[in-house]
């Protein structure tokens, strides 16, 4: 029993940044780990980032590398999604997704249990 509330999305210019927010919200929930994912119109849902329980090992997909960065605070029971040099092709509605049983692929939406409901990032000119 777990639920997840994404904020901070927004319109932005190119180049600009933006930084996005997952609470966690429940008592009794331990995640294996928690992930971005993003989906723009009449598009898939891509695979954005990833972090495990403790913090210590992350993933980024190839669209994000060296751009964007996750980090979570477990006393705030939060995830976020740091986004520096943002480009029109990012804009997309942003997902925080979390996991309840360990696997080593973090990459699969197929292995996360609780999605939150999207916040929209809009990058344009």
């Known amino acids: 029993q777990v639920q997840l509330v994404e904020s901070g999305g927004g319109l932005v210019q190119p180049g600009e940044s933006l930084r996005l927010s997952c609470q966690i919200l429940g008592s009794t929930f331990r995640d294996s780990g928690m992930g971005w994912f993003r989906q723009a119109p009449g598009k898939e849902r891509e695979f954005v980032t990833a972090i495990n329980w403790s913090g210590a090992n992350k993933y980024t997909g190839d669209s994000a590398k060296d751009r964007f960065t996750i980090s979570r605070n477990h006393a705030k029971k939060t995830v976020s999604l740091q986004m520096n040099s943002l480009k029109p092709d990012d804009t997309a509605v942003y997902y925080c997704?979390?996991?309840?049983?360990?696997?080593?692929?973090?990459?699969?939406?197929?292995?996360?249990?609780?999605w939150g409901q999207g916040t929209q990032v809009t990058v344009s000119s």
């Open positions: 997704a979390a996991r309840s049983s360990y696997s080593t692929d973090y990459y699969s939406s197929r292995n996360y249990d609780f």
